[in-house]
């Protein structure tokens, strides 16, 4: 057998322990050959990247990042871009791709097995917003990177007794705020999921001065005031229609600023948040994803996504998988809620 992998979508740390899975248990156990395609559904269309070999993944199952790079190009946005990648496989003679990627890739994913391309999915994004899978691999590094910096910006607070906003990715989800703001102890948790008001964020920071400690305040980028809009870095729309988020941190700790009197810093932890080692638990989800998927492809399924039931890996059907956002429940964000002010 002939089976192409691919990344798409923002990096995450864990993608080089899936493609390290899939092709060692590819090469040793079935004796397929393995083509990775490079930069995502671009190098599906293109044909771009190469066959790999035991030597191409030695010593990635640490490393953050994807060594076949990635992108965010959309097949269906591309002239021809569909039959490009079916002329591609048959050229390469490929019987499935395993397609690693969040809810953009997964979603051409699914179509194109709709389309006569077989794929099986693999779920990744440190948003961990995808629905049908408890976890994506990604999500544990970028929650250990946010909460340290939780953990280090309490010090510096109280040292200073300044408000301190800590703002985190997640566009339409607030799971890496939610999570990194309750093991950090932040005193106040804001996600895209419960519009906020600025009045009760105000007196909770008021409280919390009032008590002598200094407020912490993790927002999420998508996070937005009631009855106002998500705050934009540019107003520009990738190939997903995705716009660009960014500056909510800020904006809060103006406003924390002016109606308190007091002084408040913003810290946007960005990229830091998606790159570098896995943790150990992603490594070994990441790896147990990719073992999976080349099983789903040893017996032909396809439209399928692997996914992470309790401790289970089991397959679901990428439309499943693709058709809402896991966003945070309200009974979680009231869980948080105990704690703030
Ligand atoms: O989807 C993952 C994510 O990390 C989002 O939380 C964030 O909005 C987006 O990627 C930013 O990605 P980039 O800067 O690569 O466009």
């Known amino acids: 057998m002939r089976v192409g992998v691919l990344t798409g979508g923002g990096d995450c740390p864990g993608l080089n322990a899936v493609i390290r899975a899939v092709v060692l248990k590819g090469i040793e156990t079935h004796g397929w050959e393995i083509f990775g395609f490079r930069s995502g559904w671009r190098g599906a269309i293109t044909g771009e990247g190469r066959w790999l070999t035991r030597d191409d993944v030695e010593g990635i199952l640490t490393r953050g990042g994807t060594v076949l790079g990635s992108s965010r190009t959309n097949p269906y946005k591309e002239d021809g ?3 490009a990648i079916r002329s591609v496989v048959a050229d390469k003679g490929l019987d499935a791709i395993i397609a690693i990627g969040g809810e953009d890739t997964l979603g051409v994913a699914n179509r194109l097995t709709a389309d006569g391309v077989k794929v099986v999915g693999v779920p990744k994004t440190i948003d961990n917003d995808l629905a049908a899978t ?13 909460t340290e910096a939780v953990d280090r910006l309490h010090t510096t607070a109280e040292s200073h007794h300044r408000a301190l906003v800590v703002e985190v990715m997640g566009r339409h989800a607030g799971w890496i705020a939610l999570h990194s703001g309750l093991a950090g102890g932040a005193s106040v948790i804001l996600v895209p999921e419960r519009p906020f008001s600025v009045d009760t964020v105000v007196e909770w920071v008021r409280r919390r001065f009032e008590r002598e400690y200094a407020p912490i305040i993790v927002v999420a980028e998508g996070a937005l005031p009631e009855g106002g809009a998500e705050v934009l ?3 520009e729309t990738d190939a997903f229609g995705h716009v660009r988020l960014g500056g909510v941190g800020n904006w809060l700790a103006d406003e924390i600023a002016h109606r308190t009197g007091k002084e408040s810093r913003a810290v946007v932890l960005g990229h830091t ?4 080692t896995p943790t150990a638990y992603d490594r070994v989800l990441a790896t147990r994803f990719g073992l999976h998927a080349v099983d789903a492809v040893a017996d032909g399924d396809s439209g399928v996504m692997v996914a992470l039931r309790g401790t289970d890996i089991v397959r679901v059907k990428l439309a ?7 966003t945070v429940p309200p009974e979680r964000y009231a869980e948080a809620e105990v704690f703030f002010g």
């Open 81 to 83: 871009g569909v039959e």
């Open 134 to 146: 408890d976890y994506t691999f990604g999500f544990d590094t970028a929650v250990h990177i946010a």
């Open 233 to 235: 870095q540019t107003g």
């Open 273 to 276: 948040q998606r790159g570098g």
């Open 320 to 326: 499943e998988a693709t058709a809402e956002l896991k």
